[in-house]
Every structure is written in C-alpha cells, then in structure tokens.
C-alpha cells in the first residue's frame, strides 16, 4: 500500500532520510459515518484538548441518537445544544452547516465528487471552516493522495528540522519545498507530521528552544555597566 507514492518521495533524500526514520507508512483514511458527521465532528474539535472534545462530541451525538443531521441541528434549541457543552460560537458554526447543508448549498454528500479546490471552496464557505480544516478533510475523509496543509504549525516544523533551516518556513517555502512531492503531498505531509514524534527530532526542537531562550536573555549588569550576555557554547547549540 502507498508503494508508488513512496518510491516517488524517496527522490528526495532529505524526506527519504524522514521516512527511514519513521519506518512503514500507515496513514489510513476514515469511512465510518457520513460527510456530515465529519464535518461536524471537525467543527466541535477546534481549538479543544482531545478529551474535552471527544466529550463534547459525544453529548452532541447523543441528543439526535447517534444520527445528527442538518435538520435535526436546525430544529434543536440553544439551550439543548449548550447542555451538550457546545460555546455560543460553535452552535452559531453549527447551525451555519446546517443552513447550508439544507439548502443545498453545500452538497456536503456530494463533495467527493468534486475536485480539491471545489472542496475547499465549498467548506470554507462555512462559518468557523478554514483552508486548514478543509485540507484535513480532503486527506483524512476524502483520501486525496496530493494535499499539502502549508499552514500547518506541524508540517512547517517539520520541514525546518529536516532540511535544517534556520527559521520556521512560511505558508510560500512549505509549497515551494513540497513541490518535487506531487502527486504525493498528501503521504509526505503523514511522514513529516510522524517525524515530530521521532527522538531525534523532538532533541532538536528542544536545542531550538534553548538557543532562542538564550538569545533573548537580557544583559546583565556589572557594577552598574550593562554587559551582554554571554554566546551559548557550541555543546549548547
């Protein structure tokens, strides 16, 4: 599985040097429930630790029986939804989903059919869903074997460690970087988010932090003189 994408990104030997590092790839796609159901599992997971949303997600199951849908969304009160745990701001992304889902507007269980950048335009119409969400979809619902998620906190800190730059790259240097990738984009953003977890990788970071730590320390005084702080010694780079 995922061979010809692989034998692809080995031309890389940066991102080759990677995927040794992080062995066998099992990036999986998931297929349980609909469209919808993801999305509006996307939505309520924003900006919350996994257990607080898991939870969350689960009150708000539970109140349509398992089977949430536009309707059942639109016809519930604030109140219903609240006791769910759901923010006023996430009810009001909620309902704008619904709204749309049921006007047609957002063909949420057609959008499989659609290209990359239709799907994107599509979900981003919605309230609270931005590109980065929309590129979670395409990966990780729809299977799309070509996205790179540029804005990605993760992928950015990736490609700083393994091609060693001296500052994180912006949203232009991770697609300028990922561009020999194609079509494959989608399992070297799986390898570079794995990478993070590695040992080796998780050191550097920690080196990274210490040496911005010390570049900001400010400067000590001697009798009454300000002197700069000392350089970090090549051990502590």
Do not use: N
């Not at 996994?50 to 029986?65: C, E, M």
């Amino acid at each position: 599985m995922h061979r010809h994408a692989i034998a692809h990104l080995r031309q890389d030997p940066v991102l080759a040097r990677v995927m040794d590092d992080v062995g066998p790839c099992r990036f999986t796609v998931r297929r349980e429930g609909s469209h919808f159901d993801h999305i509006l599992r996307a939505i309520i997971y924003q900006q919350l630790s996994g257990r607080a949303a898991a939870t969350i997600h689960g009150r708000v199951v539970a109140l349509f029986d398992g089977k949430p849908s536009a309707a059942a969304l639109l016809a519930a009160g604030d109140d219903q939804l609240r006791s769910a745990g759901l923010s006023r701001q996430k009810i009001g992304y909620l309902r704008d989903l619904a709204q749309r889902v049921a006007s047609g507007e957002l063909p949420v269980e057609r959008l499989h059919e659609l290209a990359d950048d239709d799907v994107i335009a599509a979900l981003t119409r919605v309230k609270g869903i931005g590109r980065w969400t929309a590129h979670m979809f395409l990966m990780f619902r729809l299977g799309r074997p070509d996205v790179l998620p540029d804005l990605d906190l993760g992928i950015r800190k990736a490609i700083q460690l393994a091609y060693r730059l001296r500052r994180m790259p912006d949203s232009d240097r991770v697609l300028a970087v990922g561009a020999a990738w194609a079509p494959h984009r989608t399992i070297a953003s799986w390898y570079l988010w794995r990478s993070l977890e590695q040992p080796a990788a998780r050191l550097a970071s920690k080196k990274s932090r210490a040496r911005r730590s010390v570049t900001k320390r400010p400067a000590r005084t001697v009798r009454g003189r300000a002197r700069p702080a000392r350089k970090p010694s090549r051990e502590r780079r």
